[in-house]
């Protein structure tokens, strides 16, 4: 197998909710080296006071800095919410951060519900976003044990206990503002009866953005590792939406 020298990109979440965006940057750039960091026994980030989240986030970058990463992926809205701003000064190199979806949610009209953890919900980053965006007609909520759950049942929840855990509204269009959320996104939209949106595909193009043809469509061989946290089971589910998907269609 002919190996050498692709650039390399570090993709960083707290647990399992990053391995769809993992997935989708894969797919799209086959000559680019992955190495997906985790911090699964520590998680949920989304209710941690800011300082503990910052030291954990800190010494995650200390080792990603190690790699002299091509760029970052922050597949984590919590993290981009509180702490891209100072990532971005501190690291030369280029950070792209998963945010919610607002701008194509409030564009399909009607009432837009945002889900998403207690420190993205409170975060100026998401309040700024949409006031930018999505005006009187979104609603912002937290859903602090959701991310939990599905952590905890490898993406698998049961209906029934995600659906309890959902705020009772009725919205037009919601919006994913946590990347663990994506798992259960089918339960979510036959819940509220709308579309759903998440920040997946917006950042995986921003992400490609920073690569040329040549990366995106040639044969050398690509490695995708697996770092921090509980590797082995974010391996597994990564193989798992590998199969679900039926490999890596172009
Ligand atoms: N997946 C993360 C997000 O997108 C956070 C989940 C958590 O650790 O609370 O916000």
């Known amino acids: 197998m002919v190996k050498s020298n692709n650039p390399k990109v570090c993709v960083f979440d707290?647990?399992?909710g990053g391995l769809n965006l993992l997935y989708e940057c894969v797919r799209r750039l086959p000559c680019v080296d992955?190495?997906?960091f985790a911090d699964n026994f520590r998680m949920p980030y989304g209710n941690l006071a800011k300082d503990v989240l910052m030291s954990y986030v800190e010494e995650i970058f200390g080792a990603i800095n190690e790699r002299k990463p091509y760029v970052?992926?922050?597949a984590c809205n919590t993290v981009t919410a509180s702490c891209i701003d100072y990532l971005r000064a501190k690291y030369t190199f280029p950070i792209v951060g998963i945010q919610p979806a607002v701008k194509p949610a409030v564009s399909a009209g009607g009432k837009c519900l945002v889900l998403a953890t207690q420190t993205?919900?409170?975060?100026t980053a998401v309040k700024n976003l949409v006031k930018q965006y999505g005006g009187d007609n979104t609603n912002v909520v937290a859903v602090p044990k959701l991310a939990s759950l599905i952590e905890k049942n490898e993406g698998k929840a049961d209906r029934a206990e995600v659906i309890s855990l959902l705020p009772n509204e009725k919205p037009d269009t919601v919006v994913l503002g946590c990347t663990h959320y994506i798992y259960v996104k089918e339960i979510i939209g036959e819940y509220y009866g709308c579309p759903v949106f998440d920040g997946t595909d917006g950042t995986a193009s921003r992400l490609c953005g920073f690569f040329g043809k040549t990366e995106r469509s040639s044969q050398r061989a690509q490695s995708v590792t697996f770092t921090g946290g509980d590797?082995?089971?974010n391996r597994r589910i990564f193989s798992?939406?590998?199969l679900s998907k039926g490999g890596f269609p172009k």
């Open 72 to 74: 970052v992926a922050v």
């Open 240 to 242: 798992g939406i590998i």
């Open 231 to 233: 590797c082995a089971k």
């Open 14 to 16: 707290s647990g399992i």
């Open 120 to 123: 993205t919900t409170e975060s």
């Open 34 to 36: 992955f190495e997906y």
